[in-house]
């Protein structure tokens, strides 16, 4: 089965900061794109960034450049999302997101691409408020 657990959401302030968490099975860690979505009310679901575990090559939305950074711990088979300079704006719920790698994947230039994945978390929220 595969599965995906986040954490790490919670409120809080402008300015502040968060670091979200997505805990995956060895396999799906290693044979998946893994990322993260968002989904702020009455709004479309939105990538934000996603990355290639096999290389820690990272792929982010135009708007996530700045202050949004992922990142992997192979030992634990956990993506990370750490958010900086959060506005209000950025609430929404927080998706961690799985699709499978091809059967071959050249590992020196993979790049996992930003499009609706297939496997999904439950999700965490974040709140901003002023």
């Known amino acids: 089965e595969v599965k995906l657990v986040e954490s790490g959401g919670g409120a809080v302030q402008v300015g502040g900061s968060l670091t979200l968490s997505c805990e995956a099975s060895r396999y799906t860690y290693v044979s998946h794109c893994m990322g993260w979505f968002r989904q702020a009310p009455g709004k479309e679901r939105e990538g934000i960034a996603v990355i290639y575990t096999g290389s820690g090559r990272a792929t982010y939305a135009a708007s996530a450049k700045d202050r949004f950074t992922i990142s992997q711990d192979n030992a634990k088979n956990t993506v990370y999302l750490q958010m900086n300079s959060l506005k209000p704006e950025d609430t929404a719920m927080y998706y961690c997101?799985?699709?499978?790698?091809?059967?071959?994947?050249?590992?020196?230039?993979?790049?996992?691409?930003?499009?609706?994945?297939?496997?999904w978390g439950q999700g965490t929220q974040v709140t901003v408020s002023s």
């Open positions: 997101a799985a699709d499978p790698l091809p059967d071959t994947v050249e590992v020196a230039t993979w790049a996992c691409a930003l499009y609706e994945y297939k496997i």
